[in-house]
Nanobody, 126 residues
């Protein structure tokens, strides 16, 4: 059973930092290559990918967060992290962690993320 729960959201001034955590379990029950990811949703918009990490450690980032955000995983504690530095008001959104229990040809396509957390709000003020 795949379970995910985000935490660490809050309010911060522009230029500040937040570290989001996601307790994630059940996604490695088979030998498939898997992906974990962070997504965000602005009001009235579709969920948008922020960062992904594949089972072999390869990462991808949305262009607008490159150099500011870092996705990582602690296998010992089954925790996914998103370190967010130099936050900007346009980063304000609901952030979700998600899991895909397989890849398509090694790619973490959005459609493969079938399991989602409940979301944690990040608000960045100017």
């Amino acid at each position: 059973q795949v379970q995910l729960k985000e935490s660490g959201g809050g309010s911060v001034q522009a230029g500040g930092s937040l570290r989001l955590s996601c307790a994630a379990s059940g996604y490695t029950d088979n030998e498939n290559e898997y992906c974990l990811g962070w997504f965000r949703q602005f009001p009235g918009k579709e969920r948008d990918g922020v960062a992904t990490i594949r089972s072999d450690g390869r990462t991808t980032y949305k262009d607008s967060v490159k150099g500011r955000f870092t996705i990582s995983r602690d296998n010992a504690s089954d925790t996914l992290y998103l370190q967010m530095n130099n936050l900007k008001p346009e980063d304000t959104a609901m952030y979700y962690c998600a899991a895909a229990t397989e890849t398509a040809g090694g790619y973490c396509f959005v459609r493969l993320f079938a399991y989602w957390g409940q979301g944690t709000q990040v608000t960045v003020s100017s």
